[in-house]
């Protein structure tokens, strides 16, 4: 997150009355329980209502989003709303938006619905056999790539989960030849400069934000 970075702006939502129910800046449906098979195969997925405010700082008044003093200004609302300007949403990525991701997958999942919502996205994706991991932190299916990830704060276990994912995506690669699977590791900007003795693909909010393709 080397650009200069703009504070939320708390005033941004110009209303929206031709939606019916919560608009997606304050409420939406996330798959829940999903297996990786299931994803690839366009299969129906299971979802779950979740709340995009970590703070519960929202109110809805005459169709307009409502912010009240308890937000913290991660800004994951304001990427959320369905009349965002794109060319502004790194701009809104901070640490207080990583801080929430790192907390709660859920709200990675909309993070990453929000920014490509052509794609399949899902939290805790389960994986059916013997592996040391059974849930992949985050998926991302876009264009017949499927991205694996993991969020983490700890550099020092990359190596753990480098070999755990991989495992899956050897196992995958064989079932699903036409799918290009890829890992990643997402961690905190502050992390970024920190040398490592391993081989690691380590990406934060804005190189993941850039590899998977905007």
Request: positive net charge; proline residues 5%.
């Given at each position: 997150m080397s650009k200069e970075r703009i504070s939320m702006d708390k005033n941004f939502c110009i209303g929206c009355p031709?939606?019916?129910?919560?608009?997606?800046?304050?409420?939406?449906?996330?798959?829940?329980?999903?297996?990786?098979?299931?994803?690839?195969?366009?299969?129906e997925l299971k979802y779950s209502e979740y709340f995009i405010c970590h703070k519960f700082a929202q109110g809805f008044e005459n169709n307009k989003l409502v912010i009240t003093p308890a937000c913290d200004d991660c800004g994951l609302c304001q990427i959320a709303c369905c009349k965002k300007t794109p060319a502004a949403i790194t701009s809104l990525f901070n640490r207080k938006l990583e801080s929430v991701l790192f907390r709660d997958l859920g709200k990675a999942s909309i993070l990453f619905q929000s920014l490509f919502p052509s794609a399949i996205v899902a939290s805790e994706v389960q994986v059916k056999g013997n592996f040391r991991t059974k849930r992949i932190d985050l998926v991302i299916f876009l264009n017949k790539t499927a991205y694996l990830i993991k969020l983490i704060k700890n550099l020092e276990k990359i190596p753990f989960y480098s070999r755990s994912y991989g495992e899956v995506i050897d196992t995958y690669n064989k079932l699903y030849p036409n799918i290009n699977f890829t890992y990643g590791n997402l961690i905190p900007t502050?992390?970024?400069?920190?040398?490592?003795?391993?081989?690691?693909?380590?990406?934060?909010?804005?190189?993941?934000?850039?590899?998977?393709?905007?």
């Amino acid at each position: 997150m080397s650009k200069e970075r703009i504070s939320m702006d708390k005033n941004f939502c110009i209303g929206c009355p031709e939606v019916k129910d919560m608009p997606k800046c304050i409420i939406q449906n996330i798959p829940s329980n999903s297996y990786i098979e299931d994803i690839i195969e366009n299969s129906e997925l299971k979802y779950s209502e979740y709340f995009i405010c970590h703070k519960f700082a929202q109110g809805f008044e005459n169709n307009k989003l409502v912010i009240t003093p308890a937000c913290d200004d991660c800004g994951l609302c304001q990427i959320a709303c369905c009349k965002k300007t794109p060319a502004a949403i790194t701009s809104l990525f901070n640490r207080k938006l990583e801080s929430v991701l790192f907390r709660d997958l859920g709200k990675a999942s909309i993070l990453f619905q929000s920014l490509f919502p052509s794609a399949i996205v899902a939290s805790e994706v389960q994986v059916k056999g013997n592996f040391r991991t059974k849930r992949i932190d985050l998926v991302i299916f876009l264009n017949k790539t499927a991205y694996l990830i993991k969020l983490i704060k700890n550099l020092e276990k990359i190596p753990f989960y480098s070999r755990s994912y991989g495992e899956v995506i050897d196992t995958y690669n064989k079932l699903y030849p036409n799918i290009n699977f890829t890992y990643g590791n997402l961690i905190p900007t502050s992390k970024l400069n920190v040398k490592l003795p391993f081989d690691a693909q380590t990406y934060d909010l804005e190189q993941l934000f850039i590899k998977v393709g905007w």
